[in-house]
């Protein structure tokens, strides 16, 4: 999957895979995270935030399943 660098104290890159509804997150730690049936909306929503970061936190952790690459 593709993911576009972001500016964020805590992550490096996001992509998503409309197809899938896959979310992709790259940590700068290295760590690479797959969120599943992330409606296109929040990925949209997750780009355009102010933080990255606090949208994360708020909005897909805790409530999509996910896996560590």
Same mark, same amino acid.
């Given at each position: 999957? *593709?993911?576009? /660098? #972001?500016?964020?104290?805590?992550?490096?890159?996001?992509?998503?895979?409309?197809?899938?509804? &896959?979310? *992709? &997150? *790259?940590?700068?730690?290295?760590? &690479?995270?797959?969120?599943?049936? &992330? /409606?296109?909306? #929040?990925?949209? *929503?997750?780009?355009?935030?102010?933080?990255?970061?606090?949208?994360?936190?708020?909005?897909?952790?805790?409530?999509?399943?996910?896996?560590?690459?």
């Amino acid at each position: 999957m *593709e993911r576009k /660098p #972001v500016s964020s104290s805590n992550i490096a890159s996001i992509g998503y895979d409309s197809t899938t509804a &896959v979310l *992709e &997150v *790259e940590f700068l730690n290295g760590g &690479v995270y797959q969120y599943y049936d &992330v /409606p296109e909306y #929040v990925y949209h *929503e997750l780009m355009a935030a102010a933080s990255h970061g606090s949208y994360l936190a708020a909005n897909i952790k805790g409530r999509y399943q996910y896996t560590r690459l």
